[in-house]
């Protein structure tokens, strides 16, 4: 069964380090998510990316935060300059299409942890 | 706003048990409601959705009915295994959003033998 991948599975860096993360969405999918994780709280909704251009993003997707599909199958966010409260686990996630009624598949997670 | 309340975990059951978990959401517009797993170590799981009123999800034992009069999505399981022990979202999910889901706050759900 295809599946979202993540590398890597945890990161750890200091405070004002650049990071990317890195997904590959299931192969036939057309629409790409991040979401994040803070420990014990909701996971919440960081962007989505569909023909090449950001869809939607929430508040907490500043500056500091982009997305590329650098090729036909990478999918990435990078955080320029990481604060202690970027902190959390990255989830990417795919669909095949944007209606409301489709599902998302979700990766495993990157952990980051911002020292 | 839009927003999805859960019951707040952990949820201790023994095996065999019957799991009712509580999800009521509000939203603006008409939204599609989703049930997510997450296993110990692992990513979200989509368990079941259901897009409109009425329809009822299913998958693995579980069921939710997205209820437009009470505004829940309720996730109900007969006997619960040892292997059911995971967290459970609630998550919302409305046509006009760009795919933004919008997840409650997750039930820790803990199987004893």
């Known amino acids: 069964e295809p599946e979202v991948t993540q590398t890597p599975s945890h990161q750890v860096t200091q405070m004002g380090q650049e990071v990317i993360l890195r997904c590959v969405p299931i192969s036939n999918h057309l629409y790409f998510y991040w979401y994040r994780q803070i420990l014990g709280q909701k996971v919440e909704f960081l962007v989505s990316?569909?023909?090449?251009?950001?869809?939607?993003k929430s508040e907490i997707f500043d500056d500091q935060f982009s997305v590329e599909r650098p090729d036909g199958s990478n999918f990435t966010l990078k955080i320029r300059s990481t604060k202690l409260e970027d902190s959390a686990m990255y989830f990417c996630?795919?669909?095949?299409?944007?209606?409301?009624?489709?599902?998302?598949?979700f990766g495993p997670g990157t952990r980051l942890l911002v020292l | 706003g839009n927003s999805v309340t859960q019951m707040e975990g952990p949820v201790t059951l023994s095996e065999e048990a019957f799991l009712t978990i509580n999800c009521t959401y509000t939203?603006?517009?008409?939204?599609?409601l989703f049930w997510y797993v997450q296993y110990p170590g692992e990513g979200l799981q989509l368990l079941l959705k259901a897009t409109k009123a009425d329809d009822k999800g299913s998958n693995k034992g579980f069921e939710a009915t997205y209820r437009k009069e009470t505004t829940s999505f309720h996730l109900e399981k007969g006997s619960v295994q040892v292997s059911d022990s995971a967290v459970y979202f609630c998550a919302l999910l409305l046509g006009d959003s760009w795919g933004k889901l919008q997840f409650g706050a997750g039930t820790q759900v803990v199987v004893t033998p």
């Open positions: 990316f569909y023909n090449n251009e950001i869809s939607e």
């Open positions: 939203a603006t517009g008409y939204p599609s």
């Open positions: 996630a795919s669909s095949a299409g944007g209606g409301a009624g489709e599902t998302q598949y």
